[in-house]
């Protein structure tokens, strides 16, 4: 290709408004053109980058056996009722309704359609197990879309769906797709962790990340000193120290405080410890019903975990007024007296402290020595509060390590989540009853793992491409406008073409040289090929690695019959 | 891939309500299936054929110096309203709002967003020309979608785009893009007319279609017996005969006319030639208002000739009540004395005829020796006729004949259709001075093209595949469960892949040889290699082309080696 035609080209400013690294040096170096916030063009040069990332995915996916197929974009919104995720991922589908009053999903995923299409055939335990995929346009209405390629609103992804008989069939191709994962993400240059994760809308009963460990990740996520454990905040545990169990229960009492609304302003006042402090956060779910949520001072609420012990969809904080319509005061807030007013979710840490201290639901008024069961009764209870670094693992022996990554895949199980909700999504098993299949589905992101390949290998100059998926192997410069030093380039270039080289050719005559330079290193394209007046005159090519500093001169022939060898 | 293990398996009976013999074939052999009306999924085999075809357009399409890339398949509405295309177009545009409020419509075709991120660069002349293209998925919302892969309201479509500093330019590559659009449809088995047709809403002077002919096809054009004509029905003019000319102008006058309502009525009743009666069709337009087309007796309404001499978007039959509201009586029309009440289109039939006689806007009453000019005035005149098998070229030499066929790609000059809307769509020319792109457009429909191989290619037993887009090359059958016999197909098998041979291999216990035969047939793959008790003891193979009748005995030694050579 020579770089003269080659329709986007580097831009030379940093475009405003953009702080990840991978989003400016997409955009700078000609890969992708922005439509509008979450919607990228890919320009050719992205899309050659991004078409070898499928071939690799694809080459693995085949290699595993799985199926390469399409489902249609538009899903009947029948389906999504079927399965009642209207409701629960409504508020990140897109709908359409046709000019004959059909309604669609645009699909975010697409587990009811790969059901709905096996459940129309006839499906022995013969025919199981199998894995369809397809490469396909997957929507989402994000609120926010920053940051590139790694949040969009409209991205390829590579899904999968498997069917099994049964439990033990599925775990072998879990195990088997992990596998496959890993071996993907590194033919792309990208050592994953796999983490245990929440499942989302997406259903089923456990699931794991493939997560490129990355400080400005925005996941968040544990391993244990001792590599046993490795989790999403989300689902993590940990082990919770016994405070001050041993002491006697006291009186509760009501004392005048007048004070400032933070935790911080409570531990003054008292003159107590901030984990002996009762922390109240009200929130509002989907339905606008409010939510107590209840736990040791020292401890944070995770939004994620407080969702699955009370089956919210969404949540909110609440506002000042929804707080004191139950009844309360902001900055003052207790469960004491609130029993039925508001729904009360005690995380399992108040079970690790007595006499706790906090607001007594008026303006300036505190409470003294409060005690859940005695003083306060929970509706729920349960695990509702984040992980930090340095906490112990549910073991109670090794130390958590709080880690940051890119979530690039992620596999789910299944299990019967869809097929005993979609009526007929059955086989016929060997004595010839009817069950439903046993499922499984797995996604990679495919332009936000192209951003994480350039998050990973980059310098200040530009992108590093790997060359797996580099969008070509050879960046040939030519220097000066002189017929020699010309024809020299030119003849190269066929010679690299008809060896079937990829090589992207620099031929433009207005920039200086140090402005090619400029443009390779930004683009980034493995080997460097430089033809210029001094390589001429010895009949070479100077020759330098992406990655490394140093250029050497080539004789031009030897440098061809090195790539015969290859 | 072993057929056992393959997604989707041939079915037995014809599925209901279908007609198309590429519509049942596809769902017979287990290549595509249908998710609602108009929306397919492609099942593993038949996303092989698909592929097939995506890699031929693209090698094509590269080879002729295209570049493929990739726009966001939700194009934001405001492009869409810059060219006024949501009119235009709106009738199968389907849209969508995000939450936030944003509204998008599900492209369709992309002109406004190529145009988009082509604006948003520094384009000057030395850039130009350029073009790119892209495979994605299109929406079109049909009223009605029947016929397969034919007519459907989701496809992937190849769309390219070209950029060009002036009409000279873009007339290079409009040659250019019929030649490689030729060799695509040669390299897929396909013979096309290059037909000259009717841009609908895309826009632009003039366009061309590739059309397989084929006696089922939806489009109609017409063929001068010399071959220098060659055009839709839609923009076909013809040689109209002069017929009564000499006649003298005899006086207009009202008679009553007890008759029906037809044109044949009025002949009976009044027994002149048919072509002497004034034919009066009444329209309302997508506002509502009234289109009274009148032409010669003989003749018939071409809606879209009617579109485009009128600019109606959208035209239906006006409703008996609407054509009384005019003051005039269904059956009985007339534009005499209408002049103002509704909007009178004459086709240019009528200028070939005097003396002509037709309803009177009253039941019952029939008016005699009615003349253009003199008892009517139109409000436009041009062409609006229908042009029939028979009729004489332009050129009033040749015989028009009527051809039929399968629409599988279509050309169009935009000219400055977009870039003169679209505020800045504009290259920097050499003397500085902004000017607006030259634009031309290609498209050709994947599915589409699928269903038409179909078409063409097939016999009583089912698909014949061109070898170019087989699914796979080979269709290995083994017959009888034997070990020996089982383990010689396997080792075929195993030779093959290693090979890199494509090979489906029909290892089911379960089937009869006839059911076996009877699925290789229906799936169409070129080549049939069976491997049976009577083989094995030749150490042969039975091999069979699908496209021919005999089988034959070869050594399966030397079969493998013959693939060698290849």
Not at 222 to 250: P, Q, V
Not at 333 to 345: A, C, E, Q, R, Y
Not at 402 to 411: D, F, L, T, W
Not at 499 to 506: F, G, I, Q
């Amino acid at each position: 290709m020579r770089y003269s035609k080659l329709f986007g080209k580097t831009i030379h400013n940093d475009p405003k408004d953009v702080k990840l690294v991978s989003h400016k040096l997409l955009l700078r170096g000609g890969f992708i053109s922005e439509s509008v916030a979450g919607r990228y063009y890919f320009l050719p040069l992205g899309w050659l980058v991004h078409d070898k990332i499928k071939r690799i995915i694809k080459e693995e996916m085949d290699r595993s056996g799985a199926q390469e197929m399409l489902a249609p974009t538009l899903h009947p919104l029948e389906l999504w009722q079927e399965t009642n995720r209207t409701n629960t991922a409504g508020f990140e589908l897109l709908k359409v309704k046709d000019r004959r009053g059909a309604e669609f999903a645009l699909g975010g995923t697409a587990e009811e359609m790969f059901v709905d299409v096996v459940r129309k055939m006839t499906v022995s335990y013969k025919d199981l197990p199998f894995t369809v995929y397809q490469f396909s346009n997957k929507f989402r209405d994000e609120m926010r879309a920053r940051g590139g390629l790694l949040r969009v609103r409209e991205f390829v992804m590579k899904d999968a769906y498997s069917f099994h008989t049964d439990d033990m069939d599925f775990k072998k191709e879990y195990e088997k797709m992990g596998e496959t994962y890993r071996t993907i993400f590194k033919r792309l240059g990208l050592e994953t962790d796999k983490v245990a994760a929440d499942g989302g809308y997406i259903g089923g009963e456990y699931c794991h990340e493939f997560v490129v460990p990355h400080a400005e990740g925005e996941d968040k996520y544990f391993a244990s000193e001792d590599g046993k454990y490795i989790i999403h905040e989300d689902i993590a545990t940990f082990t919770l120290e016994e405070m001050n169990l041993e002491e006697e229960l006291k009186n509760y009492e009501e004392v005048e405080a007048v004070r400032g609304n933070t935790m911080e302003d409570g531990v003054k006042v008292h003159n107590l410890p901030l984990w002996q402090q009762l922390k109240d956060v009200v929130y509002a779910d989907e339905k606008g019903d409010l939510i107590l949520a209840i736990l040791r001072g020292d401890l944070e609420v995770n939004e994620v975990k407080l969702k699955n012990v009370t089956g919210a969809i969404d949540l909110r904080a609440a506002t000042e007024e929804e707080i004191r319509a139950i009844g309360s005061e902001p900055g003052f807030i207790s469960p004491v007296g609130l029993k039925g007013k508001v729904k009360i979710v005690a995380d399992k840490s108040l079970r690790t402290v007595v006499n706790m201290y906090g607001g007594a639901n008026k303006k300036n008024l505190d409470a003294l020595n409060m005690n859940i069961d005695r003083d306060f009764q929970p509706d729920l209870e349960g695990d509702i509060a984040m992980v930090q670094d340095g906490y112990l693992a549910p073991d109670g022996k090794s130390k958590l390590v709080e880690k940051r990554g890119i979530e690039v895949g992620h596999v789910f199980q299944l299990g019967y989540h869809y097929s005993k909700k979609m009526k007929g999504a059955e086989f016929a098993d060997k004595d010839g009853s009817l069950k439903p299949y046993y499922m499984g589905c797995y996604g990679i992101g495919l332009g936000r793992t192209m951003a994480t390949i350039v998050e990973k290998y980059n310098d200040d100059k530009g992108i590093i491409w790997p060359e797996s998926v580099a969008p070509f192997k050879h960046h040939l410069i030519v220097l000066g406008n002189d017929e020699a030093i010309r024809s020299t380039a030119d003849q190269l270039y066929n010679s690299l073409l008809a060896k079937r080289v990829e090589v992207l050719y620099d031929d433009r005559e207005g920039p200086t040289a140090g402005e090619k330079f400029a443009d390779a290193d930004l683009i980034g394209i493995p080997n460097r090929l430089v033809i210029s007046k001094k390589t001429v005159a010895e009949e070479s090519l100077e020759y330098k690695k992406r990655s490394e500093e140093g250029a050497k001169l080539i004789k031009i022939s030897e440098f061809l019959s090195t790539l015969d060898k290859v």
